[in-house]
């Protein structure tokens, strides 16, 4: 006989980085949730132990992580005037299956959107013009802007755990950072990672020809010392609370691709995980360099 389960106030189909967001939102607001997904559970233990982790044939060659497109796939078209024909061979665009989603096996660098991303439609025509765009081009600007999503980016930072230098903080343009990001109202919560040798000649080439280089934003936690992330976690209900197996998975992830020296000042955390976090709260964080 079928099992039948408690009632829930909200179900949630599919459990990557949205799905787990709204269930924190969910439950914070005291309702009950159901996430149903259609991959595999993971968990820290035993998915992202080591070796296991680092097993190129299972996830890089039969990617075990992603959506098995003999099963199931989406449809692909270049112009209206193609056939729509089944995607059957991975390329760049990658379905996440699973707990977690494509979060699992996402690079870790944590670009916001820029003011312009957000009005797209209105920057192109006001740089080039209303006839740039063709007739056909959907494109359209996003109906927030970047002042109302701010805040919000802001708090996905210090939660996620990043990494990085503010280019523009509250309008101020800063040296080290990107200076064509749009205002930020904080720094990173943690400082940028430290540059591998190819990211140093870049940096010198780049100047010697008058550009402005930038470490790239990532979602690492680069401070041994507890960082505002952290301390965000420790004062507040987060995301982190509902989901911590997963965040420590992306940080782990996040810390392989990126590439930075791992010296032991700017190793993220060791066996770092939500229930593991000693803490001092106190929302007087000053960020460690
Ligand atoms: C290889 C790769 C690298 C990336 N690198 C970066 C990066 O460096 N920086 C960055 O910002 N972004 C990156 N991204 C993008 C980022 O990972 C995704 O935008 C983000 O994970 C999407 O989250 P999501 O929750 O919206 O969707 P998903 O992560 O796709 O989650 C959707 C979930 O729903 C499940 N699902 C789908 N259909 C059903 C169904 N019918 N029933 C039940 N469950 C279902 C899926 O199995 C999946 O777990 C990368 C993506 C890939 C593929």
Redesign the pocket.
């Known amino acids: 006989m079928a099992e039948k389960k408690k009632r829930a106030d909200a179900v949630i ?9 709204m269930a924190k939102t969910l439950t914070d607001a005291g309702l009950s949730v159901v996430a ?4 595999p559970a993971r968990d820290t233990a035993p998915d992202f132990e080591y070796p296991r982790i680092i097993d190129e044939l299972r996830y890089g060659v039969r990617g075990d992580l ?2 098995p497109l003999a099963k199931e796939t989406v449809t692909v078209r270049h112009n209206l005037d193609e056939v729509a024909v089944p995607y059957r061979k991975y390329g ?20 916001r959107a820029s003011p312009e991303d957000l009005r797209l439609r209105s920057h192109i025509e006001e740089r080039y013009g209303k006839s740039f765009i063709p007739e056909d081009m959907t494109i359209q600007d996003y109906p927030v802007t970047f002042e109302e999503l701010e805040p919000h980016f802001d708090h996905f930072e210090k939660v996620c755990g990043t990494s990085g230098v503010a280019g523009n903080l509250r309008g101020e343009i800063r040296p080290g950072g990107n200076p064509f990001e749009g205002a930020r109202s904080d720094e990173y919560p943690t400082p940028p990672l430290p540059p591998i040798y190819a990211a140093e000649l870049f940096e010198k080439a780049t100047a010697e020809l008058g550009y402005k280089s930038f470490p790239l934003p990532a ?1 690492t936690v680069t401070s041994k010392a507890l960082s505002a992330a952290e301390i965000v976690l420790a004062n507040s209900k987060t995301i982190h609370d509902a989901t911590p197996n997963r965040f420590m998975m992306l940080r782990s992830s ?1 810390v392989h ?1 990126s590439g930075g020296r791992k010296s032991p000042d700017h190793a993220a955390p060791r066996g770092m995980s939500a229930s593991g976090l000693k803490f001092s709260p106190s929302r007087k964080h000053k960020r460690r360099q």
Do not use: C, D, K, P
């Open positions: 189909i599919g459990y990557g980085w949205t799905g787990a967001i149903l997904e259609r991959g992603w959506q760049s665009f990658v379905l996440g299956n699973g707990v977690g989603g494509a979060g699992v096996h996402w690079n870790g660098q944590l670009w979602a996040a691709v």
